[in-house]
């Protein structure tokens, strides 16, 4: 089994808590954070992510560790699916999303819930996709995490993932380590006043399995043809899996 070192975001407890209440603490200032802090182009990943799935029209989906809901109202938006769900943690990020949904006019669509992504409340072979942008690197236990996606997904439905990681190449390698110790942790705590969130995340990038250590993490949670393609110089890696 994988194990993040040092990075366990939802273990049980005081652990969790803290956590949950710095993603609420940041959740306002969230969106235009992650905007900026990838020049806009995070929206160009979640799209790409989305399109994999478009062959297949998914009429029920899963959107695990939603945050504010981005993801999920792309989804909706690009897929028409009947029933969309965004869990989490957080219910201040959550609550972003619904007042999001509501402007776009997807409530009888997107509802969140609040949830613990490594033990499910769903039953199994629920829905005809699973997505998740930027936060299934967050997971405490990643195989127990993946195995509870595998697990609610229909037999033959597909996975979506993007997570941000780091890039493999020179220069692209050396410049990112610079700009993610140096110029997102301070831009970050300008911008959302928490002292400690986005040197978390920068932890947390870092410590995640990446391209062909992934898809085997993957395979050995059930999922089979699984795949990844570096985005942007490998700032970003899609990842993409059939149950």
Not at 194 to 202: H, N, V
Request: hydrophobic content about 40%.
């Amino acid at each position: 089994m994988y194990e993040q070192e040092s990075i366990k975001p939802y273990n049980d407890g005081e652990k969790a808590q803290q956590v949950e209440a710095m993603f609420d603490h940041i959740a306002p200032t969230y969106d235009t954070l992650n905007h900026r802090l990838s020049w806009n182009i995070d929206r160009g990943w979640r799209k790409k992510a989305i399109r994999e799935l478009q062959p297949y029209g998914p009429q029920t989906i899963l959107d695990i560790a939603t945050g504010t809901g981005d993801f999920a109202i792309l989804a909706a938006q690009m897929l028409k699916p009947q029933r969309l769900i965004g869990a989490d943690i957080s219910e201040g990020m959550m609550q972003i999303g619904r007042e999001k949904v509501s402007k776009a006019g997807l409530e009888g669509v997107i509802t969140f819930e609040k949830q613990d992504c490594l033990a499910l409340s769903y039953p199994t072979a629920t829905f005809d996709a699973v997505i998740a942008a930027f936060g299934i690197r967050n997971f405490a236990d990643l195989d127990k995490g993946l195995k509870e996606m595998c697990r609610v997904l229909k037999p033959g439905a597909h996975l979506s993932i993007v997570e941000l990681t780091t890039p493999v190449s020179f220069p692209m390698k050396q410049l990112f380590r610079i700009y993610s110790h140096t110029v997102l942790p301070i831009y970050g705590r300008l911008i959302s006043r928490d002292t400690s969130a986005y040197s978390y995340l920068t932890k947390t990038i870092e410590a995640f399995p990446q391209g062909e250590l992934m898809v085997d993490i993957l395979k050995k949670a059930g999922f089979s043809e699984a795949s990844f393609r570096r985005l942007t110089f490998g700032i970003c890696t899609l990842y993409t899996a059939r149950k």
